[in-house]
């Protein structure tokens, strides 16, 4: 609990409380729609090509930005981008106000791929460049805890709000979320120093793709990023699919859902901070990337297991503010399910994030890192949830969840070779440097 309490201290610092809005806005939004989404795919009747579409959509937009946009968040002023990150997000709930079909899905997801890559990137990118040089996993651990807890708010005040708002008849939903975001804008622009971060001057330095050639040559830099093209297509293919299946499958309603995808983050939100501070003290973060995948891997194994469930277990009643549902295993799996997949990504996200950061500093160039670590993910996220899409149509759900564990398995031995191979004796440093 002392390292959680560390973690709350944080956000005394005006300039951490204002990265935190930024991370609390584009979390809590992106949950939200999450199970919008879900709402969407049965409303419409969709197939998982469709589905995988939502997706693929909102990630081939981000491959195509986050390098050009890593450069110029190292050349120019990073406060300005998180405004104007801000600013779209707000546009993205104008677009969901008016969506009408399952295309209208698709561009929206677009512009919100846009938003959410602009707030990523820089709000990391400020969180690791301003952080003490002895504290970037306790501030990294902390940003993503705090945006873990945005999460948990999105999963269960988004779900209520959905349940009680139907997004296709209301918008409700939508205009709160735009108030939040605003609210973080503010935040942003009073408390945030000007030009936190980038303004490299050195002219070579603007060559983006010279940048990323120069950051793969380091070994670490390169085990990552193979792990992030594997890894991302199971992730990915439980993020869209898991409420879809929870929605389609055994009817669960929206507050529900957002029951379900609570079991992660509240794991993430508790764990985070404490996990960050320990590869800090600990050191030897390679490890925890792998253990952390390897939990990961076992949590989307166990979502199958939902549907023997929703008949082999008994039934009990969710209520809530007059209104309630009947629910039985496959729910209770889920929610299980996604708890294990929270404790692996608590294990691993600090320490792959702090990884990035250190590297990227090498060349004075974190912002360029972490567009690298996004555009390593966005292979994967463009690919995978169309790929998974059509084997749980033409397949079965049951082999398309079996699927995305196997990456994330295929994905944690990728990384684990090519780190191990990487390592020489010459490149470990002598005692006392």
């Given at each position: 609990m002392a390292r959680f309490g560390n973690s709350v201290a944080l956000l005394r610092n005006r300039e951490f409380l204002s990265l935190a809005g930024t991370a609390?806005?584009?979390?809590?939004?992106?949950?939200?729609?999450i199970i919008a989404l879900a709402l969407y795919a049965d409303a419409f009747g969709t197939t998982g090509f469709?589905?995988?579409?939502?997706?693929?959509?909102?990630?081939?937009?981000?491959?195509?930005?986050?390098?050009?946009?890593?450069?110029?968040?190292?050349t120019g002023n990073a406060k300005r981008w998180?405004?104007?990150?801000?600013?779209?997000?707000?546009?993205?709930?104008?677009?969901?106000?008016?969506?009408?079909?399952?295309?209208?899905?698709?561009?929206?997801?677009?512009?919100?791929?846009?938003?959410?890559?602009?707030?990523w990137i820089t709000g990391s990118t400020v969180v690791g460049q301003i952080s003490p040089d002895d504290e970037s996993g306790r501030w990294l651990g902390s940003y993503n805890q705090v945006a873990a807890f945005s999460s948990l708010a999105g999963d269960l005040v988004g779900g209520l709000l959905l349940s009680m708002y139907d997004p296709l008849q209301s918008r409700v939903v939508y205009a709160i979320l735009a108030v939040v975001t605003?609210?973080?804008?503010?935040?942003?622009?009073?408390?945030?120093?000007?030009?936190?971060?980038?303004?490299?001057?050195?002219?070579?330095?603007?060559?983006?793709?010279?940048?990323?050639?120069?950051?793969?040559?380091?070994?670490?830099?390169r085990s990552l990023v193979l792990f992030r093209l594997s890894?991302?297509?199971?992730?990915?293919?439980?993020?869209?699919?898991?409420?879809?299946?929870?929605?389609?499958?055994?009817?669960?309603?929206?507050?529900?859902?957002?029951?379900?995808?609570a079991?992660?983050?509240?794991?993430?939100?508790?764990?985070?901070?404490?996990?960050?501070?320990?590869?800090d003290r600990i050191g030897d973060r390679a490890k925890f990337v792998a253990v952390g995948a390897l939990v990961y891997g076992l949590g989307i194994a166990l979502i199958?297991?939902?549907?023997?469930?929703?008949?082999?277990?008994?039934?009990?009643?969710?209520?809530?503010?007059?209104?309630?549902?009947?629910?039985?295993?496959?729910?209770?799996?889920?929610?299980?399910?996604?708890?294990?997949?929270?404790?692996?990504?608590?294990?691993?996200?600090?320490?792959?994030?702090?990884?990035?950061?250190?590297?990227?500093?090498?060349?004075?160039s974190v912002a360029s890192a972490m567009s690298l670590r996004s555009i390593s993910w966005k292979?994967?996220?463009?690919?995978?949830?169309v790929g998974v899409g059509l084997i749980k149509d033409f397949v079965g759900t049951v082999q398309a969840f079996l699927t995305a564990s196997v990456f994330v398995l295929f994905a944690t031995g990728v990384f684990w070779l090519t780190h191990t191979l990487s390592r020489s004796p010459e490149a470990e440093p002598a005692p006392g440097d």
């Open positions: 609390f806005a584009r979390s809590q939004a992106y949950s939200t729609i469709i589905e995988g579409l939502w997706g693929t959509a909102f990630a081939t937009v981000q491959l195509l930005i986050v390098l050009p946009l890593g450069r110029k968040v190292d998180l405004l104007g990150g801000l600013l779209i997000n707000v546009l993205v709930f104008v677009g969901y106000m008016l969506v009408s079909s399952s295309v209208d899905v698709i561009f929206v997801r677009m512009l919100q791929g846009v938003g959410a890559s602009i707030l605003l609210v973080a804008f503010v935040l942003v622009y009073t408390n945030l120093r000007d030009d936190p971060g980038g303004g490299v001057d050195d002219p070579e330095a603007q060559s983006g793709f010279g940048t990323i050639k120069k950051l793969l040559k380091l070994p670490m830099l890894f991302s297509v199971g992730k990915m293919a439980v993020i869209i699919f898991l409420p879809i299946l929870a929605r389609t499958e055994f009817g669960i309603n929206a507050f529900a859902i957002g029951w379900i995808l079991g992660g983050k509240i794991t993430k939100s508790l764990l985070q901070g404490y996990v960050g501070d320990l590869t199958p297991l939902s549907l023997p469930a929703e008949e082999l277990m008994g039934r009990f009643y969710l209520g809530y503010f007059g209104h309630g549902q009947e629910l039985g295993g496959g729910f209770l799996v889920l929610f299980l399910a996604y708890a294990v997949l929270g404790i692996g990504d608590s294990i691993r996200l600090p320490a792959s994030m702090a990884l990035f950061v250190e590297e990227g500093e090498t060349y004075d292979i994967g996220q463009t690919v995978g949830p």
